[in-house]
């Protein structure tokens, strides 16, 4: 299976515990985003890299997210002293970028629930 | 202030009719359109994309028309089977010359039903 893979696909986690993520990409994929999903929503842009460069920070919902992509192959994605309204699927995709056109591909996501 | 609609929450279609599903941009800076179908509990799977230049693009079953004056684009799927049944995403991106760009805008999805 060559897809968008996420690790750990469920995670459950008491208030005030930090969480990591895992996203590995497409292999010949040099973009990587995440994207957080709640309830009745379409996915929310968070973050993404070229390579290993991060390039859009701007969007993560506060000084608690944080994103590293260390070699430009995969990534993580960390959220300290979670709150229940972290609760929510967090989804990961990649592309390889093109003029005009970037088809991103998913992952699975990783569902967080924050008791 | 959402940038992508989708207007329609659900739609019911006939086996074997067509399913049109509409979204509605207000960015003008938007110049490429995806469009997602998504599974409970899965992530989004790609369907088919149509980049500003053009009017329509077609894939098999699945047909995509914009109009960039409207800014406006559908999402015709004929014939219409029961594996069809799912969330359909509309997406915006927005290309960008000086090698950055955020991420795609979604929409709030349309729950598309295919009924026997």
């Known amino acids: 299976d060559t897809g968008v893979s996420q690790d750990p696909r469920h995670k459950i986690t008491k208030r005030g515990q930090n969480v990591t993520f895992r996203c590995d990409p497409i292999s010949e994929h040099n973009r990587l985003y995440w994207y957080r999903q709640t309830l009745g929503q379409g996915p929310e842009f968070l973050t993404y890299f070229q390579n290993e460069a991060q390039l859009e920070k701007s969007r993560l919902l506060s000084d608690r997210f944080s994103a590293e992509r260390p070699k430009g192959s995969f990534s993580t994605l960390e959220i300290q002293r979670t709150e229940q309204g972290d609760s929510a699927m967090y989804l990961c995709?990649?592309?390889?970028?093109?003029?005009?056109?970037?088809?991103?591909?998913f992952g699975p996501g990783t569902r967080l629930l924050v008791l | 202030d959402q940038q992508v609609k989708q207007n329609s929450p659900s739609l019911s279609v006939q086996e074997g009719r067509i399913s049109i599903l509409n979204c509605d941009y207000t960015n003008s800076m938007f110049d490429y359109f995806l469009w997602y179908k998504k599974y409970p509990a899965e992530g989004p799977t790609f369907l088919i994309s149509?980049?500003?230049?053009?009017d329509k693009n077609e894939d098999g079953r699945f047909t995509v028309f914009l109009n960039k004056s409207a800014k406006h684009l559908s999402l015709h799927i004929v014939p219409s089977q029961p594996g069809d049944s799912a969330v359909y995403f509309c997406a915006a991106g927005e290309t960008y010359s000086g090698g950055g760009a955020d991420g795609l805008t979604f929409g709030k999805g349309t729950h598309l039903i295919i009924q026997p």
């Open positions: 149509i980049s500003s230049i053009k």
């Open positions: 995709a990649s592309s390889f970028r093109q003029p005009m056109q970037e088809t991103q591909y």
